[in-house]
């Protein structure tokens, strides 16, 4: 079991940045891709984007790319999202989730653990 747990969500203006920390416990966490998925009121989750469990390989969503960076500690069991220019429609809670293997993924069905997500809200 690993456990996942979401933080540095809050209010911020657009144009603003945020980085959120998702902390692991249990099993090693260099075991496993993370990933960041992001899920806004009546829409469906969708990936935000993900890194290998070495740390060298990232993927971004289109969406976001260029305005976000994921990053991990694997010493600290914990994985980054760094986002920047931040949208209104940026506002959404954000998961993260770990996948065992190689990584980085998008598709969320590959992921087998899930925090309980932090919301962001940008205002406009």
């Known amino acids: 079991q690993v456990q996942l747990v979401e933080s540095g969500g809050g209010l911020v203006q657009a144009g603003g940045s945020l980085r959120l920390s998702c902390t692991a416990s249990g099993r090693t966490f260099s075991s496993f891709a993370m990933g960041w998925f992001r899920q806004a009121p009546e829409k469906e989750r969708e990936s935000v984007g993900g890194?290998?469990?070495?740390?060298?390989?990232?993927w971004y969503e289109d969406a976001v790319k260029g305005r976000i960076t994921i990053a991990r500690d694997n010493a600290k069991n914990t994985v980054y999202l760094q986002m920047n220019s931040l949208k209104f429609e940026d506002t959404a809670v954000y998961y993260c989730?770990?996948?065992?293997?190689?990584?980085?993924?998008?598709?969320?069905?590959?992921?087998?653990?899930w925090g309980q997500g932090t919301q962001v809200t940008v205002s406009s």
């Open positions: 890194i290998s469990r070495d740390g060298k390989s990232t």
């Open positions: 989730a770990a996948a065992l293997g190689q990584g980085p993924y998008a598709d969320y069905r590959l992921y087998d653990y």
